[in-house]
């Protein structure tokens, strides 16, 4: 048995572990219902949404400990919200109870999530050093490095110093005004440092069950090609223009037939024609929904809370320690 | 594919000269980098090894070249970076130009095509009024 001050931290870890998968199954249940709402909003807004949906259940956590272990620190543990709330012996902690359990898979799941990340961010970086390295015509007044390949691709990458490069496979296919197309929506990326910002958000996403993880990931790169998009737009005012560079650039990436992975994404579904059809569009979406999202929070964190309350007292009850 | 900083020069050189051995190898390296015949071979052969250089054998000595050409090995380098290392569709780290893969059918791409015409059209038509 851990007494004192350790006893309480592990009591809040545990406290935020059960918070978290309680906010994560509703914000993912949630998510399931509303996932094709989101194309409603103006892209920025779809990032921001994005963002707050990530950072919701460790907000949610917080709140959580701060319902349920306030009223037990302060002598006003006997208000009318302690009765509905409150986690039992808080200055107590079994190791060998579900409270240790429950702490054991939290650090198996947080630690194996932020370390698979970070090898993937180290790898990732080792190889685009690698490719610097390899390319022999890299002109640093040139923004966008021109890379000596018959590949069709333009992207950038680079978490705290994003690059931009496109291959000269490329630029030989493409007209001056579809260069400048392409160059401007990479400089975007690079700009509003688009690859720390995926891949931040990849790492809140990784907490979601895997399918919904998978769905958040790709809007929000969805979101961040159509912000991209939409800042060419300051240079060019014809949206046709990039509209057409796109479908050309697209078209160019494409795998012959017989050798292209099948893809279970409907045409009306494809990110390519959410991204046509958001810069053709006039009315570019609806803006941040503060209300909505408020009272969501708040429902979202208020359920997690009492499930977690409801949980600790159904199992103290099961097992009574 | 991840290669040490020895290999890379190696590799680099070996695209720059064509076929070499161990000890042509070394005897370039010595002056600027240092090291020892031995480091050079094992960097070689681990290079064998990664399908990057082929060898054939002449006397006591392999002579090592390339085994793929620079601009395959750097398309090579741009699809492992795009690819996420095979998790997802679309890299985390990476934000391209069309990275949301491109698998439509010519229909569909037809069929955006016309989209476009359509608000080009339109858009003509807006300003001739």
């Not at chain 1, 989101?38 to 959580?64: D, E, M």
């Not at chain 1, 015509?137 to 110093?161: C, D, P, W």
């Not at chain 2, 070394?26 to 990057?52: C, M, P, V, W």
């Amino acid at each position: 048995m851990i007494l004192g001050y350790w006893g309480l931290s592990l009591n809040i870890l545990s406290i935020i572990f059960v918070s978290l998968c309680a906010s994560l199954i509703f914000i993912s249940v949630t998510i399931y219902f509303i996932s094709n709402s989101l194309n409603r909003f103006q892209a920025n807004t779809k990032i921001s949404i994005l963002w707050c949906i990530g950072i919701l259940p460790w907000v949610i956590s917080l709140f959580s400990v701060i319902l349920l272990v306030l009223p037990e620190l302060t002598s006003k543990s006997d208000t009318w919200l302690s009765t509905f709330l409150h986690w039992h012996h808080i200055y107590q902690f079994e190791i060998l109870s579900w409270h240790g359990a429950s702490i054991g898979v939290f650090c198996i799941v947080f630690f194996s999530v932020c370390l698979t990340k970070i090898v993937k961010a180290v790898k990732a970086n080792a190889q685009l050093n690698q490719l610097d390295f390899f390319i022999q015509n890299t002109n640093s007044k040139q923004r966008l490095t021109v890379i000596e390949s018959e590949e069709s691709r333009a992207f950038t990458s680079g978490l705290f110093r994003p690059r931009s490069y496109i291959t000269s496979g490329l630029s030989a296919q493409l007209t001056s005004q579809e260069a400048t197309v392409v160059a401007e929506h990479e400089l975007a990326h690079a700009r509003s440092y688009d690859p720390l910002r995926k891949y931040g958000f990849s790492l809140l996403a990784a907490f979601f069950p895997t399918f919904i993880a998978q769905q958040l990931n790709n809007d929000f790169s969805l979101a961040l090609e159509q912000a991209a998009d939409e800042s060419v737009l300051s240079t060019m005012s014809d949206e046709t223009v990039i509209a057409k560079t796109l479908l050309k650039v697209s078209s160019l990436g494409q795998h012959p037939t017989g050798s292209m992975p099948l893809s279970n994404c409907h045409f009306s579904t494809h990110p390519l024609t959410f991204r046509i059809e958001y810069l053709l569009n006039d009315n570019k979406g609806q803006s941040f929904p503060i209300l909505l999202f408020f009272s969501f929070s708040i429902a979202a964190a208020l359920l997690s809370t009492l499930s977690v309350d409801l949980l600790h007292h159904a199992l103290e009850r099961l097992f009574s320690h | 594919m991840n290669l040490g900083e020895l290999e890379k020069l190696v590799l680099q050189h070996i695209w720059d000269t064509g076929e070499v051995d161990a000890k042509q190898v070394f005897a370039h390296f010595e002056k600027t980098r240092g090291g020892t015949l031995n480091t050079i071979q094992s960097t070689l052969d681990r290079l064998y090894k990664k399908n990057l250089l082929s060898r054939e054998k002449q006397g006591h000595a392999y002579l090592y070249k390339a085994a793929i050409n620079r601009n395959a090995f750097i398309g090579q380098l741009i699809n492992d970076i795009a690819s996420d290392f095979g998790s997802t569709r679309d890299s985390p780290l990476l934000a391209a130009f069309s990275s949301l893969t491109s698998d439509l059918d010519n229909e569909q791409l037809d069929e955006l095509e016309r989209l476009i015409e359509e608000k080009r059209a339109a858009s003509r038509a807006g300003g001739n009024q």
